[in-house]
């Protein structure tokens, strides 16, 4: 995998999410602008999910949305609430993980690949 900034490395982890989707039956949507709480959403049977898609380097996840807003770095755990499902793209392997399997707040250890693509 191309190594670069945690803003492109975010990008191909869409891009691989929306790859999996599209090659299982799903049709995928992208939401305008970059403010969400989720990276897209997919559709399949006239049922809707959210996705937030994360990338790491290694085998933790920070769960949590950053960035700069009003002159401020603010960093929040992600919310739970907006989205159904998190991808997570670590290397070569990919995770899809249900919001009810989520239960901790900023951090996380992979433990096994649930995607193989």
């Known amino acids: 995998m191309y190594q670069s900034n945690l803003k492109h490395l975010g ?9 999996y989707f599209a090659e ?6 992208l939401p305008m602008g970059d403010y969400q709480k989720y990276d897209l959403v997919v559709e399949k049977e006239d049922k809707f999910y959210r996705i937030q898609c994360k990338v790491t380097r290694n085998q ?17 755990a992600i919310d739970y609430s907006k989205i159904d499902f998190l991808w997570i793209t670590a290397g070569d392997k990919d ?20 995607v193989n693509t």
């Not at 990008?11 to 999410?17: P, Q």
């Not at 769960?63 to 960093?75: I, N």
Request: charged share 15%; proline share 2%; net charge positive.
């Open 11 to 19: 990008n191909i982890a869409v891009i691989r999410a929306m790859k």
């Open 95 to 114: 995770y899809l993980i249900p919001k009810a399997d989520l239960t901790v707040q900023k951090h996380m250890g992979i433990v096994r690949s649930i």
């Open 60 to 76: 933790t996840v920070h769960l949590t949305s950053s960035g700069h807003y009003g002159g401020k770095y603010l960093d929040s």
């Open 24 to 29: 299982n039956g799903y049709s995928v949507l």
